[in-house]
């Protein structure tokens, strides 16, 4: 992520999780490979630095209980399976935004910014933080975005966000309020019923960028499947027997 792109803070306030202090903030160039060069958003402690709220727990806050955070013991996090390096993008544009870089436009403009184009919905971050009415400002004149969460148990974002899921019993509640699912499986598992690989992972060669499937919307409809991915990233190792037992 090169955050010498210019960004917008949409949203500065309480964490539905929590209700601790937390910043939405809106990169509007990338160089991902996953998703293409679209608008990515990320949520963060507006009060401690990423890094540091990954080692005190802080990231509850945009996190919520999401598997892949790891464990606090001792000041340290352990364990963490996370695919998001959050010493790169996220450090640094919360550093950004500490210094004041970022705008902060107003509701028609934040519309009009993402106006026939795409964007990514928590590309660090749960979308759940935040309140439902600023996504609804994000997506309303949007082509088409993509979005996650591990917080489907408690919020109802099933028309805006995928279910984030590790374990069958997870997908199938998930499925039950609604939700499609997003699951991780292990590196070299089978194609799950219903499931289609993701098209922008590694494992599939990475034959299409999220830009051009769309499928991770949340929204439903007869060709919009459940979607799986091997789980990826530095440290994924650890979410293995999570992922084997479920």
Known sequence: MNTKHRGVVLYEGPSLIDGAPIVAIATLRSNNR??????????LRRDVDPVSATHDGRDTSICGTCPLRGDVVAGRNHARSCYV???????SIWAAYRRGRYSRPTPARVAWLFAAGFVRLGAYGDPAAVPRAIWDRVVSRA???TGDTHAWRRFDLADLCMASCETSADARAAEHRGYRVFRIVAPGSRRLPRYTPCPA???????????ECRRCDGRAGRWRTHVQIEAHGQRHRSLLPV????
């Open 34 to 43: 996953k998703t293409g060069d679209v608008p990515q958003t990320w949520i």
């Open 85 to 91: 390096r959050v010493h790169h993008g996220p450090q």
């Open 243 to 246: 992922l084997r037992a479920g």
């Open 143 to 145: 082509r088409g975005w």
């Open 201 to 211: 992972s590694r494992e599939e060669g990475h034959a299409m960028t999220c830009v």
